[in-house]
């Protein structure tokens, strides 16, 4: 019996979160910013800041509790976390919204000696392995959400892959060793898969003749293909190519969404 091999268990998809649970997440979040009590006010406006760091720039939770304020680059807004899982340094880039957030927490975070190095601390103590964990079990619970920290994560890769963002550059995020890791992120939404696909097979069809006459309502990955080529005709500006990416994920979270409530 010891030289039967074991079967190999099939590969789990990453439990990423659609994106309206994460704005129900962040409204509940954003509302205990504005509690009454002090204390809760506070801690509010440091879950706030964590939770768009993990949902934005891709952190881990580990990476949050040791987060140092030397780290936080705010000219080029950039993070830089170093021997992280496996001893691996990455930058990690964040956005406006996060920068917004995190300025809010310190202000009123307090600068005294005696408290710790770090940026998110809890009643003058560094946060605990199981803070941000049990803080989004409370506010999932007022959303019906179930969700827990690492989850943000995964958002984070898939919404990135959903917009277009290329597989390396969301490996060198997320400080992923192995490609493959980050890929695996990406077989959870099916979008970018089904776009590639479209825009390639329009092409064939164009190239072979094969584009069939008559006018036709175009599907949402089709038009997504349309929009990709003209991200690559190096024509667009800065600007517009912002616009291009937002009109992209609206248009594929538009699909997912009617996928969902299609009747089976």
């Known amino acids: 019996m010891l030289k039967v091999r074991p079967l190999r268990a099939p590969a789990r998809l990453p439990k990423d979160l659609p994106p309206e649970r994460l704005r129900a997440l962040q409204r509940v979040v954003e509302r205990e910013t504005q509690h009454p009590e002090p204390h809760l006010h506070r801690r509010g406006l440091m879950d706030l800041a ?3 760091l993990m ?3 891709g952190l881990r939770t580990g990476e949050v509790r040791r987060l140092l304020p030397d780290a936080i680059d705010w000219e080029r807004r950039l993070i830089r976390i170093v021997d992280s899982k496996g001893l691996r340094s990455r930058m990690a880039p ?6 917004d957030a ?5 202000a009123v975070r307090g600068e005294s000696r005696e408290l710790p190095a770090f940026v998110f601390i809890d ?11 049990s803080r989004l079990q409370l506010y999932g619970e007022r959303c019906s959400v179930r969700a827990h920290p690492h989850q943000l994560r995964h958002s984070c890769a898939t919404l990135l892959l959903n917009t277009g963002m290329p597989l390396p550059q969301v490996q060198a995020l997320l400080g992923h060793q192995q490609i493959q890791t980050t890929r695996d992120y990406a077989r959870s939404f099916d979008g970018v898969v089904a776009a590639d696909y479209t825009r390639a097979m329009l092409s064939l069809e164009r190239d072979l003749g094969l584009t069939p006459s008559g006018a036709s309502t175009p599907t949402a990955a089709q038009i997504v293909a349309l929009l990709d080529g003209l991200r690559t005709t190096g024509v667009l500006n800065p600007r517009q190519l912002d616009d291009l990416a937002e ?10 969404s009617a996928a969902e409530t299609k009747p089976a």
């Open 55 to 57: 949902l934005h720039s």
């Open 123 to 133: 009643r003058g103590l560094p946060l605990s392995g199981s803070y941000c964990y």
């Open 247 to 256: 009109a992209r994920a609206g248009l594929l979270h538009l699909s997912a």
């Open 94 to 99: 964040f956005s406006t919204q996060v920068a």
């Open 50 to 52: 964590w939770f768009l």
């Open 102 to 106: 995190l300025n809010t927490w310190l």
